[in-house]
């Protein structure tokens, strides 16, 4: 997989489906990697161009110091559909993901054609409780990691999910657990700052929100607000938890498809 030679920052990024058929970039959730979107990559191989990213700090993207900031993820982004020479694409983010494609949406209107936000907010969680797991990962490092593994199916999956799932939850475990203690820990002070409420109604791009109907996470009462302020918007709510495109892949890639194509 190659690597953008962005400074100080080396994204990792694959490309797959029909170079004829129009940009879609996807943007991964905290802990994980480009491979959790193999489904959908998958499903749209023949409807799309799709780019996916290691976010900065994650899978085999390079890991610069942090603390990030939420400008940094959502530049990384553009700097890379510059590298490749793609003027406009839509974007679909999922949990951080979500967030970061928000803000391409706000600060980069001529470049994005369409939104898909999901499983996120326009301010995810509290300041003092991310501040909180970035030290905590920071000082015990990869026994953290292991920790917050283990206890993530609790707040990504449902329980019937996890039951039944057992390959596909331990696979997506298995990327946060792996992950460089020291990107997440840049990601959650990203996270901890992070806060687009009194900016949303400033999007002018369309923005489809999908929400989790029992994602404990970002609720759906968090994508209602954010339908609420965004004057093009749509929600789309799925039976699933927090890693929505993952526990409701077949629903997940028709919203996509249906959404992009209209």
């Known amino acids: 997989m190659p690597l953008t030679q962005q400074t100080p920052v080396a994204l990792n990024y694959r490309l797959d489906g029909n170079p004829d058929k129009p940009a879609l970039l996807f943007l991964n959730s905290l802990g994980t990697n480009l491979h959790m979107w193999d489904v959908q990559v998958k499903a749209l ?19 610069p110091q942090g603390p990030y900031t939420l400008n ?50 326009a301010k995810i969680g509290h300041e003092p409780a991310w501040n909180e797991r970035a ?11 292991i920790d917050l593994a283990s206890s993530a199916p609790q707040r990504w999956f449902t329980a019937e999910f996890t039951q039944h799932n057992p390959e596909w ?18 990601c959650c002070q990203a996270l901890a700052v992070a806060d687009l409420r009194d900016t949303l109604s400033r999007i002018s791009v369309p923005v489809c929100v999908i929400a989790g109907q029992f994602d404990p996470v970002t609720t759906v ?7 609420s ?5 749509c929600l789309k709510t799925l039976k699933a938890s927090h ?4 526990e409701q892949a077949d629903a997940f890639s028709q919203t996509l498809r249906d959404y992009l194509h209209k």
Not at 169 to 186: E, F, H, K, Q, W
């Open 243 to 246: 890693l929505s495109n993952i």
């Open 45 to 63: 191989e023949n409807d799309f161009y799709m780019i996916r990213m290691d976010t900065r700090g994650h899978g085999q993207s390079s890991v």
């Open 229 to 233: 302020a965004v004057p093009h918007s």
């Open 221 to 227: 009462e968090d994508a209602q607000y954010i339908c």
């Open 72 to 121: 940094q993820l959502g530049l990384d982004a553009v700097e890379l559909l510059d590298e490749l020479k793609i003027s406009e694409a839509a974007v679909c983010g999922i949990s951080m993901g979500g967030i970061t494609a928000l803000w391409l949406a706000l600060k980069f209107p001529h470049r994005f054609k369409k939104i898909i936000a999901a499983n996120t907010a």
């Open 169 to 186: 939850v331990d696979g997506i475990c298995n990327m946060l657990s792996n992950t460089p203690p020291a990107g997440y820990a840049a």
């Open 135 to 145: 030290t905590q990962v920071m000082e015990q490092s990869h026994r953290a990691m």
